[in-house]
């Protein structure tokens, strides 16, 4: 646990400051000599993971990949530090926020494998992304290069650069089962022209939970001289990776998502060098065109959520990524492997553990989405989402640590029943 002044109140409220010190960390020391591709099928380790959380009996959640609600030892920190920001006031924003905000980062950044001075604490993967969406020198004519598939939002900030700077948008579509990573970098490497100046992709299709060769993207599109954003809102957190190797120039994530911080949590990565690329959405007093700060000026903001991240890392860090990473792959595979031969049923997600983690996507012939959805909803207490567009016929799949193998056998014979009916 990181030492600060901060955390000391807290303790001294008797508040707990980080995982470790009661039954979970008991938990975690009952189990720490077992590797994570053991530990991933060990239900007894999961059950406690489980019992972190306080869950609605009404239905079982399958849809975490909108945002991952936080575990009950990491919603008490957060109401214990809005108390004492509140209590604090002004002093607090005057003389703890920013040594808070910056220790922080320096976390994040670590967790992310790179400098502390190439990473700012944003609200979301939207305002990230958006953030270097708008703020390319755009020049009349210049092209970007974008996937169907990519996230609506963002989508629409290409457009609106469309609209502003004379951009012209690059569509292309992802196949949702690839033969090979170079059908996949063919595909973008077609798109681009000598008018093309930055790539988006995604590291992992929120629609699919398909993961991309991001790497060697990144170096097909550098050898042709293009920049390259990742929208990396579904992976940070997820798997594991260091953002350098990805080499990338710009990547946004959400932090409420697969980290499960309270909501309102974004990450931005700009390589070093890159920041004099960009401007800033909101002005900030003149600074060295490189330093990363100039872009995230944004004023008053919630100040005990930069604490809440801190304490997210901690359980994260505590559970182990490779760990997480291992039981949410567990839970994808354990699913999609018994419905994916079925006839019938369609699995929108790649069968190969490089491009696959814990999102799947599952469709049933002869039936719309949206009624899938709701059959499932209705008659089987399984919350899920629709997707139907961008090639993309059926409903994603985001369980979380909580979620139980009784759990998706409910899902697998929703799947079997449907298929026959
Ligand atoms: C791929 C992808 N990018 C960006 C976003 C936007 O995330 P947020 O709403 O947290 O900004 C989402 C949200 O689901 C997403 O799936």
């Known amino acids: 646990m990181r030492k600060r002044t901060f955390l000391k109140n807290l303790l001294a409220l008797g508040v707990t400051a980080s995982p470790g010190t009661n039954s979970f960390g008991q938990l975690l020391s009952r189990f720490e000599h077992i590797p994570p591709a053991q530990l991933a099928s060990n239900e007894d380790f999961w059950a406690g993971i489980r019992a972190g959380y306080k869950l609605k009996p009404d239905y079982i959640n399958l849809e975490n990949g909108f945002y991952c609600f936080v575990p009950q030892e990491t919603?008490?920190?957060?109401?214990?530090?809005?108390?004492e920001v509140n209590y604090q006031g002004s002093w607090y924003m005057r003389n703890e926020?920013?040594?808070?905000?910056?220790?922080?980062?320096?976390r994040l950044a670590e967790l992310g494998g790179c400098s502390p001075e190439e990473v700012v604490i944003t609200r979301n993967a939207t305002e990230s992304l958006d953030l270097i969406i708008t703020g390319i020198h755009w020049k009349e004519g210049d092209e970007a290069v974008m996937a169907e598939q990519d996230y609506g939002a963002m989508l629409n900030q290409f457009k609106l650069a469309a609209k502003r700077y004379g951009v012209v948008n690059k569509v292309v579509s992802v196949p949702n089962l690839p033969q090979s990573d170079e059908e996949i970098v063919a595909?973008?490497?077609?798109?681009?022209?000598?008018k093309t100046r930055l790539l988006m992709i995604s590291h992992m299709i929120n629609i699919t939970g398909q993961i991309l060769p991001v790497r060697k993207i990144c170096d097909m599109?550098?050898?042709?001289?293009?920049?390259?954003?990742?929208d990396g809102a579904h992976?940070?957190?997820?798997?594991?990776?260091n953002l350098p190797d990805l080499n990338c120039d710009y990547y946004g994530t959400s932090l409420h998502k697969w980290l499960s911080t309270p909501l309102g949590a974004g990450l931005l990565y700009v390589k070093k060098g890159n920041a004099e690329h960009v401007w800033p959405l909101l002005a900030q007093g003149e600074r060295d065109p490189n330093d990363i700060h100039r872009l995230n000026h944004i004023g008053t903001y919630p100040a005990y959520t930069d604490l809440a991240i801190s304490d997210a890392i901690d359980y994260h860090h505590a559970i182990g990524g490779k760990r997480k990473e291992e039981r949410l792959r567990y839970l994808q595979t354990y699913w999609t492997s018994k419905v994916r031969d079925i006839p019938g049923v369609i699995v929108n997600t790649p069968e190969d553990p490089a491009r696959h983690c814990g999102i799947g996507n599952v469709g049933i012939e002869g039936l719309k989405p949206a009624d899938f959805a709701k059959i499932?909803?209705?008659k089987?207490?399984?919350?899920?989402?629709?997707?139907?567009?961008?090639?993309v016929h059926g409903c994603r799949i985001s369980p979380n640590l909580y979620t139980t193998l009784d759990e998706l056998d409910v899902l697998v014979k929703?799947?079997?029943?449907?298929?026959?009916?």
């Open 75 to 83: 919603l008490e920190n957060l109401i214990g530090h809005v108390r």
């Open 97 to 106: 926020r920013k040594g808070n905000k910056a220790a922080t980062t320096a």
């Open 187 to 194: 595909l973008y490497s077609a798109a681009i022209t000598p």
């Open 221 to 230: 599109a550098h050898s042709k001289g293009v920049q390259v954003l990742v």
């Open 235 to 241: 992976a940070f957190a997820h798997f594991q990776f």
């Open 376 to 378: 499932l909803m209705e």
């Open 380 to 391: 089987y207490k399984i919350f899920t989402v629709a997707i139907d567009g961008s090639n």
């Open 414 to 421: 929703a799947c079997k029943e449907l298929a026959k009916a």
